[in-house]
């Protein structure tokens, strides 16, 4: 059964190809508002003016992005999850898109009824790749956090249970992963997380698996 806590919600789509476009947006139809577009530009035009909460790309309008339209588009739409879907691509394309501010890269080999999921994850503050993608972007960040001194104290209030979460997460294990690791219910570990967030100051998943990276 769907979540339908997202009825209602504004979701841009935007795939050139007309065919897969009317595919995708009838399996998405039920439970959002699916506004669909083969251009970028008349896309970004209207977000700008409706700020949709979702915007899922084509990732063919980003192949070899000289114009850093990615990145214009989330800085255009600031309110607005960006989630790319595509045939499979390289890992460092998928981080690039990580990068100039997508929160997530759907393989369209995956059956359409997962994007469903995806988008929920990404709804809600989390990004959606595979599992080899964040541990890739992490090691790339190799710059110091700069921890500040709430941050540091904040890490004392953390209590055991988060902390093993947080040190899973840095790893890029999956709430399910984690759920079986400790022996938990998926419901718990996102509990966990909604408490480490809320301490740490921290944004999101991606941010919270960077800063632990960065303190082993």
Not at 11 to 24: C, K, N, S, T, W
Not at 89 to 108: D, E, H, S, T
């Amino acid at each position: 059964m769907k979540d339908t806590s997202t009825t209602q919600c504004d979701l841009f789509l935007v795939i050139p190809e007309q065919e897969h476009l009317a595919e995708v947006r009838s399996r998405l139809s039920d439970v959002y508002a699916v506004s669909g577009f083969s251009d970028i530009d008349t896309m970004q035009a209207l977000a700008i003016e409706k700020n949709p909460k979702l915007i899922l790309c084509h990732q063919s309008l980003f192949e070899e992005d000289k114009n850093n339209k990615l990145t214009d588009l989330a800085r255009r739409c600031p309110d607005s999850r960006i989630m790319i879907i595509g045939p499979p691509r390289p890992m460092a394309i998928q981080i690039a898109a990580l990068k100039q501010g997508a929160r997530g890269y759907f393989n369209n080999e995956l059956p359409l009824s997962k994007l469903h999921d995806a988008l929920e994850v990404i709804l809600h503050g989390e990004v959606w790749v595979e599992r080899h993608v964040i541990a890739g972007l992490i090691d790339e960040l190799t710059h110091s956090p700069g921890i500040s001194e709430q941050q540091e104290q904040a890490l004392e209030t953390l209590s055991p249970k988060e902390l093993e979460v947080a040190k899973l997460v840095s790893h890029g294990a999956t709430n399910k992963m984690i759920a079986r690791e400790m022996d938990i219910t998926e419901r718990t570990v996102k509990a966990h997380l909604t408490n480490i967030f809320q301490k740490m100051g921290l944004p999101d998943r991606l941010s919270l698996a960077i800063f632990f990276r960065d303190l082993r």
